[in-house]
């Protein structure tokens, strides 16, 4: 008798940033939950930060970042921020984009 390996669960899966940036478009499973979507914008704030800017726009950025809940996008700023403040003035156009929309969820 032999075993199935164990399923990788979801959010521990590698995420193709590369893809989804030239897609626009998210998998549904990167949304499916509250946890797994932080999870998802805490790494592609990782990945925004050790890629060249060459391999993406801030549109492409903008789009893919329009998909998760407003409290998701907030959270992407705020890891930017923690992670490398000094580099956030590179998003500043997507930045207050999404502030100016989303000023109700800054306090939550």
Not at 9 to 28: C, E, R, V
Not at 75 to 102: H, I, Q, R, V, W
Request: proline residues 7%.
């Amino acid at each position: 008798m032999t075993s199935q390996p164990e399923p990788i669960p979801f959010a521990a899966q590698a995420i193709p940033f590369t893809q989804f940036l030239d897609s626009g478009q998210l998998s549904a499973g990167y949304l499916a939950s509250e946890y797994v979507a932080e999870q998802f914008v805490e790494r592609l704030a990782h990945y925004i930060l050790s890629v060249h800017t060459a391999r993406y726009t801030i549109a492409q950025l903008s789009k893919l970042l329009e998909q998760p809940a407003p409290k998701a996008q907030v959270f992407f700023f705020k890891c930017l921020k923690e992670t490398s403040p000094e580099y956030l003035k590179d998003f500043a156009p997507c930045y207050y984009g999404f502030m100016n929309e989303f000023n109700s969820v800054l306090f939550t």
